[in-house]
Every structure is written in structure tokens, then in C-alpha cells.
């Protein structure tokens, strides 16, 4: 990721490693965590195929004092 003194960018991956689709319903972590946010760049699909990976990038923020 690309770190300055405010934000921070990276990715995770999303791996459905069984043999069929599944439907997508959301990512569930809090917006918030002490002083940083955390904010998702990318839409999410709706359905995941068998063994198929996603990797999806993310922004944390440091909250300013």
C-alpha cells in the first residue's frame, strides 16, 4: 500500500473456494476503529462464482485531532 501522513491504501482478497455461486450479502467491520475510518473504493458484486477471488481495495484515514 501507499502510506502518507493521512490515509493508508491497500487491498484484501475475497476467495469463495467452494464449488458453486454465492450470493454476496456485505461486509460487516465498523467505519470507525479509534482514530482512523476505514472507507471501501470499489462496489461489491452481488455473486461470487465458484473458486473465484476478488480483491478489493480499501482506504484507512486517520482522524485529524
Known amino acids: 500500500g501507499f502510506i ?4 493508508y491504501y491497500t487491498t484484501f482478497k475475497i476467495t469463495n473456494q467452494g464449488l458453486i455461486a454465492v450470493q454476496f450479502t456485505g461486509l460487516n ?3 470507525t476503529f479509534a482514530d482512523y475510518e476505514i472507507e471501501v473504493l470499489s462496489t ?4 461470487l462464482n465458484a473458486m473465484q477471488t476478488i480483491s478489493v481495495p480499501y482506504k484507512v484515514k486517520r482522524k485529524l485531532q
Open 4 to 7: 502518507n501522513p493521512v490515509f
Open 29 to 31: 467491520f465498523p467505519k
Open 44 to 47: 461489491m458484486p452481488s455473486t
